[in-house]
Nanobody, 125 residues
Framework: QLVESGGGLVQAGDSLRISCVAS????????MGWFRQTPGKEREFVAA????????FESDSVKGRFTISRDNAKNTVYLQMNILKPEDTAVYYC????????????????????WGQGTRVTVSS
């Protein structure tokens, strides 16, 4: 089970770090992704990280502002969000996919098998 935390209300230009922890089991061998969703829109890819943490990929809309990282010893994945903008307002979800031997990080929601319940991030202007 994945549990996100750390969301909240911030002002434009602020920073925020959200976390995703596996409450049972381990995240080792799992590719992890962050997605976000606003009402009436499809879930949008934000960032992904390989199970080792050595490979990351961010969407163009957050590149240079958001950083994904992980601590496998703590079964936790993080999303550091800097220079937040009102358009970053959304519910943020973490997701897990068993990586096995594949090298390509996945960016589509239906490519991930396990999801958290989401944490809300609101950025005021």
């Amino acid at each position: 089970q994945l549990v996100e935390s750390g969301g909240g209300l911030v002002q434009a230009g602020d920073s925020l770090r959200i976390s995703c922890v596996a409450s049972s089991g381990t995240l080792t061998n799992y590719m992890m992704g962050w997605f976000r969703q606003t009402p009436g829109k499809e879930r949008e890819f934000v960032a992904a990280i390989s199970w080792s943490g050595l490979k990351t990929f961010e969407s163009d809309s957050v590149k240079g502002r958001f950083t994904i990282s992980r601590d496998n010893a703590k079964n936790t994945v993080y999303l550091q969000m800097n220079i937040l903008k009102p358009e970053d307002t959304a519910v943020y979800y973490c997701a897990a996919r068993l990586q096995l031997q594949e090298l390509r990080l996945r960016t589509l929601p239906n490519e991930y098998a396990y999801w958290g319940q989401g944490t809300r991030v609101t950025v005021s202007s």
